[in-house]
């Protein structure tokens, strides 16, 4: 099975930075990653499909980039609506696999 | 807009069984596979199984492979998991999620709002 390795686990910043978070997999898996984004108490919500994509209606503050292992997702200017714990899933291949989760928080 | 309601969460004990299901509206669901992810109190999120359109690939985590059952039912718009030997580990808020592909690529693109399963003595 494929294994997904996201870092940092957390991470604290200003509004108006920039905040980039990785995710890695334990073989290369092409395209095959998405991001999700998770408020408290909500479920998760699709924000990038396919590595780059981004879904409709997501702010495009949100990016993301990579192919094959090492994959990024940025957000080129945090804004206080950002706040909440960001998933990448590996869905090359079943079984898919989540990372761990980052939580994004203000300072 | 998609909806996705799940149901059937609660509490049962070590062992036990449970059966979720998910009813799906305003897609056309016979055209989607579909995903069961869940969550346990305070953690990530865990893949547990995918079903396609016609039930002929299913797949499901190692965690519950040999105690959980996926099924759908095109004509009612409802997607199933049949929980037995339920562990105290299986704990989690059990989320359905519609499932969409784009060039040789998957994501999911409209989760329920979960069901809770407890599993407790």
């Known amino acids: 099975d494929i294994q997904v390795t996201q870092s940092p686990s957390s991470l604290s910043a200003s509004v108006g930075d920039r905040v980039t978070i990785t995710c890695r997999a334990s073989?290369?898996?092409?395209?095959?990653l998405s991001w999700y984004q998770q408020k408290p108490g909500q479920a998760p919500t699709l924000l990038i499909y396919?590595?780059?994509s981004l879904q409709s209606g997501v702010p495009s503050r949100f990016s993301g980039s990579g192919s094959g292992t090492d994959f990024t997702l940025t957000i080129s200017s945090l804004q206080p609506a950002d706040v909440a714990t960001y998933y990448c899933?590996?869905?090359?291949?079943?079984?898919?696999?989540f990372g761990g989760g980052t939580k994004v928080e203000i300072k | 807009e998609v909806q996705l309601v799940e149901s059937g969460g609660g509490l049962v004990k070590p062992g036990g069984s449970l059966r979720l299901s998910c009813a799906a509206s305003?897609?056309?669901?016979?055209?989607?596979?579909m995903n069961w992810v869940r969550q346990a109190p305070g953690k990530g999120l865990e893949w547990v199984s995918s079903?396609?359109?016609?039930?002929?690939?299913?797949s499901y985590a190692d965690s519950v492979k040999g105690r959980f059952t996926v099924s759908r039912d095109n004509a009612k718009n409802s997607l199933y998991l049949q929980m037995n030997s339920l562990r105290a580990e299986d704990t989690a808020v059990y989320y359905c999620?519609?499932?969409?592909?784009?060039?040789?690529?998957?994501?999911?693109?409209?989760w329920g709002q979960g069901t809770l399963v407890t599993v407790s003595s």
């Open positions: 899933l590996q869905d090359y291949t079943p079984p898919f696999t």
């Open positions: 999620a519609r499932e969409v592909g784009y060039s040789g690529t998957y994501s999911l693109d409209y």
């Open positions: 396919a590595a780059s």
């Open positions: 073989q290369g898996i092409s395209n095959g």
């Open positions: 305003k897609f056309t669901f016979s055209s989607y596979t």
């Open positions: 079903i396609s359109i016609s039930s002929t690939y299913i």
